[in-house]
C-alpha cells in the first residue's frame, strides 16, 4: 500500500496522499480501498498460479483505485452532501411526495444505508449508475404503495363499507339477493 501511496505523492503531491490515507482509515472496507490495501482479492486465475503472479490486484489497477479514491475524496469525508436524499430531492419534485419518502427512509434505515453506499460509490454521474437509482426511487415509492395502507388506520366510514360489503356477499352467497348486472362495456 505505502508504494501506491508513494506513487500518489509523486503525481498528485503531499496533500493528495493524505487525502488518499484519510479516505482509506475512514472507509477501510470500501471495495476501492480494499483494492488500494490489495486485501480480498481475486485469487490467480488457476490452482497453481502463473509465473510472476501471486495472485491479488496488479499494480496498475491499485493505482487506478487509488487516483478514484483521490477524485472523489470530497465524498467520501464530508457525509452530508453525499448522501442518496439530495438526488431524490432534485428527482421528486413533488413536495408532498419527498417528504413522504424521506419519512419512509427514517423508518427503514437498512434500506436508507444501501442506497446511500450506492449513491457515494456511483455518485450518480453516468447513465447507468442514474437511471439504478431512479429505479430505486420507483421501488421505494411502490413499496410505501403497498404498505401505506395498512399502517394507517381505517376511518369508521370505510369500516361501515366494508362491514356492508361483507353483509352484501353473504346475502349474494345464499342466493337471496337481487343482483343487477353490470353493463359490459366492449
Do not use: C
Not at 485469487?43 to 483505485?65: D, F
Amino acid at each position: 500500500m505505502y508504494g501506491i501511496l508513494s506513487l500518489i505523492k509523486s503525481l498528485h503531491g503531499r496533500p493528495a496522499m493524505m487525502r488518499v490515507m484519510e479516505v482509506i482509515k475512514k472507509h477501510p472496507d470500501h471495495r476501492l480501498a480494499r483494492a488500494v490495501k490489495n486485501e480480498g482479492a481475486p485469487a490467480s486465475w488457476y490452482e497453481g498460479g502463473r509465473p510472476g503472479n501471486r495472485g491479488g490486484y496488479s499494480e496498475a489497477s491499485r493505482l487506478g483505485a487509488a487516483e478514484q479514491i483521490l477524485n472523489r475524496s470530497s465524498s467520501f469525508l464530508n457525509p452530508h452532501p453525499g448522501t442518496f436524499m439530495n438526488y431524490v430531492r432534485h428527482k421528486v419534485k413533488n413536495p408532498k411526495m419527498f417528504s413522504d419518502l424521506a419519512n419512509w427512509m427514517r423508518l427503514n434505515p437498512e434500506k436508507r444505508k444501501i442506497m446511500d453506499e450506492w449513491y457515494q460509490e456511483t455518485g450518480g454521474n453516468t447513465e447507468w449508475s442514474a437511471g439504478f437509482m431512479d429505479r430505486m426511487i420507483q421501488d421505494t415509492i411502490n413499496d410505501m404503495a403497498k404498505t401505506n395502507f395498512n399502517m394507517r388506520q381505517l376511518t369508521n366510514h370505510e369500516k361501515y363499507m366494508l362491514a356492508v360489503a361483507k353483509q352484501r356477499r353473504q346475502v349474494a352467497l345464499k342466493e337471496q339477493a337481487k343482483i343487477l348486472p353490470f353493463k359490459r362495456r366492449d
